[in-house]
């Protein structure tokens, strides 16, 4: 037996739209400080502000892989994609990440060249306007994004708030080598790329680290426990067996096994299990389904499950209802 029943997760169509809406202005923020500090190395052949632009090119295409996987995730589920298209949101999470890396590799690539080579940057003046500017409107970016992110429960979105804030500190790293350049010291510029480099190295660990337990449908632990709690807490559940959670997207979808006295009537074991969901939808914020399947509780109640025992085989640690 089971009480499904689908309900809107907190952050639902609204929360769709301000991440859309954070998206859309935040690429438009940086695809104005890419293009700046970008047009500048054209003539002005900088390494850190190349690292810097290219850093912040990188996040507009992230940026816009977002949108996209956002806009997708609003189609309703339909008989092929019968959970929904909200996954697009994790993959999405996966471009972010890859092109984080790739502009590390980039970044470096041009930073070793111009360290190893006779390399002077010029329109240093310009380069710092441009540069001190940049910093300025990724750390602007980088509080919306976050902020929002953690709002409405996106990853992805949390992951590229962390990118535009390292393209931040790129900025900074870029001005830096630029001043020292105009002081006298050459070396100045492509070692502030290096250091650029570094930076994006490690926002692209930790960022991949978070998308990709998002992908692997992992939960944070105190989730799994507020589950268990709510369901003890329900009058009429005497045990509780497999506990099972992951993110789809920004929804919580829940499945969770309880054990009720096996003489009630269907009904009222019904009754439960959509006790139990009601708990899980007001204990945790977020939750889209709860799938709450009921067992007997007495001591022969193995064979409610001995035709399916086997079918498929189940793990050795199968669940047990804890008294």
Same mark, same amino acid.
């Given at each position: 037996?089971?009480?499904?029943?689908?309900?809107?997760?907190?952050?639902?169509?609204?929360?769709?739209?301000?991440?859309?809406?954070?998206?859309r202005i935040s690429a438009?923020?940086?695809?104005? %400080? /890419?293009? *700046?500090? @970008?047009?500048? $190395?054209?003539? =002005?052949?900088? !390494?850190?502000?190349?690292? #810097? &632009? +290219?850093?912040?090119?990188?996040?507009?295409?992230?940026?816009?892989?977002?949108?996209?996987?956002?806009?997708?995730?609003?189609?309703?589920?339909?008989?092929?994609?019968?959970?929904?298209?909200?996954?697009?949101?994790?993959?999405?999470?996966?471009?972010?990440?890859?092109?984080?890396?790739?502009?590390?590799?980039?970044?470096?690539?041009?930073?070793?060249?111009?360290?190893?080579?006779?390399?002077?940057?010029?329109?240093?003046?310009?380069?710092?306007?441009?540069?001190?500017?940049?910093?300025?409107?990724?750390?602007?970016?980088?509080?919306?994004?976050?902020?929002?992110?953690?709002?409405?429960?996106?990853?992805?979105?949390?992951?590229?708030?962390?990118?535009?804030?390292?393209?931040?500190?790129?900025?900074? %790293? /870029?001005? *830096?080598? @630029?001043?020292? $350049?105009?002081? =006298?010291?050459? !070396?100045?510029?492509?070692? #502030? &790329? +290096?250091?650029?480099?570094?930076?994006?190295?490690?926002?692209?660990?930790?960022?991949?680290?978070?998308?990709?337990?998002?992908?692997?449908?992992?939960?944070?632990?105190?989730?799994?426990?507020?589950?268990?709690?709510?369901?003890?807490?329900?009058?009429?559940?005497?045990?509780?067996?497999?506990?099972?959670?992951?993110?789809?997207?920004?929804?919580?979808?829940?499945?969770?096994?309880?054990?009720?006295?096996?003489?009630?009537?269907?009904?009222?074991?019904?009754?439960?299990?959509?006790?139990?969901?009601?708990?899980?939808?007001?204990?945790?914020?977020?939750?889209?389904?709860?799938?709450?399947?009921?067992?007997?509780?007495?001591?022969?109640?193995?064979?409610?499950?001995?035709?399916?025992?086997?079918?498929?085989?189940?793990? *050795?640690?199968?669940?047990p209802h804890h008294h």
């Open positions: 037996m089971s009480g499904s029943h689908g309900v809107a997760a907190v952050a639902g169509p609204d929360g769709t739209k301000a991440g859309l809406r954070a998206i438009a923020v940086l695809a104005v %400080a /890419a293009a *700046a500090q @970008l047009t500048v $190395v054209g003539f =002005g052949g900088s !390494a850190g502000l190349f690292a #810097a &632009g +290219l850093d912040n090119l990188g996040d507009v295409i992230s940026t816009v892989a977002l949108a996209l996987a956002f806009m997708a995730a609003r189609r309703a589920a339909d008989d092929r994609y019968t959970f929904g298209y909200q996954r697009l949101e994790d993959l999405a999470g996966i471009v972010v990440v890859l092109v984080i890396w790739a502009s590390a590799g980039l970044a470096a690539f041009e930073s070793v060249r111009k360290l190893s080579g006779p390399h002077r940057p010029t329109a240093l003046g310009i380069g710092l306007t441009v540069a001190g500017v940049g910093a300025l409107a990724n750390e602007i970016v980088a509080r919306y994004k976050m902020r929002v992110g953690r709002a409405i429960g996106s990853e992805p979105l949390i992951a590229d708030g962390k990118h535009a804030r390292i393209d931040a500190l790129a900025s900074i %790293a /870029a001005f *830096a080598g @630029l001043l020292g $350049v105009q002081l =006298g010291w050459r !070396a100045a510029d492509p070692l #502030a &790329g +290096l250091l650029i480099t570094v930076a994006i190295v490690a926002i692209a660990w930790d960022a991949s680290g978070h998308v990709l337990a998002r992908v692997m449908d992992a939960v944070d632990p105190e989730i799994v426990s507020l589950i268990e709690h709510a369901a003890k807490e329900t009058p009429g559940v005497l045990g509780i067996g497999r506990v099972q959670a992951r993110w789809v997207g920004r929804s919580l979808n829940v499945s969770l096994t309880v054990a009720v006295d096996g003489t009630m009537s269907v009904a009222d074991a019904h009754a439960i299990a959509e006790a139990v969901h009601h708990h899980i939808i007001h204990d945790l914020p977020g939750v889209a389904q709860v799938d709450v399947h009921v067992d007997p509780w007495e001591a022969h109640a193995q064979d409610a499950h001995r035709a399916t025992a086997t079918h498929p085989p189940l793990p *050795a640690d199968d669940h």
